[in-house]
């Protein structure tokens, strides 16, 4: 099974910072990684598939990057709207997500 | 527009069983595979389990952590997917999600607001 090791666990930002997430997989994932956006009490919601595809409606301030077995994941500008927790998930072998980071504000 | 409704959740004692069941509609439901996912209190997001769609013979997966207590189906003719869940544990505790997506829209594009299932004597 691949594993997914996303960090840092937690992310502390002021409204206008860039801030970077990170997963590594246990194996090349072939670009086959998606990010999340998680706020309390709601299901997650899809912002960024095939590393980088933004999908529709998401802003520009998210984006990802990455090949192999590392990836980023990037939000320019940070709003207060952006704050909640944030996963990867590799779909290139079956479906594993990263343990997830916690943005919150400075 | 796309929606994704579970219900079935509820409190249960180690052991037992429950079966949580997920209402699809404003897609083609027999086109898509379906999953659960789930995300224990406080706790991050673990997939569960899989089922394809008729012509990949509704072939299942499952999470290492629920294989062999868990089954997954759908019933195309409903656009129902259901998770059959025997023998729970209380680490079982989570909410359940039933998501879909595809190669177009991206993994896990659709979700549903959850169900409550709770382990505990």
């Known amino acids: 099974d691949i594993q997914m090791t996303q960090s840092p666990p937690s992310l502390s930002a002021s409204l206008g910072d860039k801030v970077t997430i990170t997963c590594q997989a246990s194996?090349?994932?072939?670009?086959?990684i998606a990010w999340y956006q998680q706020k309390p009490g709601k299901a997650p919601g899809l912002l960024i598939h095939?590393?980088?595809t933004l999908v529709s409606g998401i802003p520009s301030r998210f984006s990802g990057s990455g090949s192999g077995r590392d990836y980023s994941f990037s939000i320019s500008n940070v709003e207060s709207e952006d704050i909640a927790s944030y996963y990867c998930?590799?779909?290139?072998?079956?479906?594993?997500f990263g343990g997830g980071t916690k943005l919150e504000l400075k | 527009a796309v929606q994704l409704v579970e219900s079935g959740g509820g409190l249960v004692q180690p052991k037992e069983s429950l079966k949580i069941s997920c209402a699809a509609s404003?897609?083609?439901?027999?086109?898509?595979?379906m999953y659960w996912v789930r995300q224990a209190p406080g706790k991050g997001l673990e997939w569960v389990a899989r089922?394809?769609?008729?012509?990949?013979?509704?072939?299942?997966y499952y999470a290492d952590s629920v294989k062999g207590r868990f089954t997954i189906s759908r019933d195309d003719s409903k656009s129902m997917v259901y998770l059959q869940m025997d023998n729970l544990k209380t680490e079982d505790t989570a909410m359940y999600y039933c998501?879909?997506?595809?190669?177009?829209?991206?993994?896990?594009?659709?979700w549903g607001q959850g169900t409550l299932v709770t382990v505990s004597s």
């Open positions: 404003g897609f083609t439901f027999s086109n898509a595979a």
């Open positions: 998501t879909a997506g595809g190669s177009t829209t991206g993994p896990f594009a659709y």
């Open positions: 089922i394809r769609t008729k012509p990949n013979n509704y072939a299942t």
């Open positions: 194996q090349n994932i072939n670009k086959y």
């Open positions: 095939y590393t980088s």
């Open positions: 998930l590799q779909y290139d072998n079956s479906r594993t």
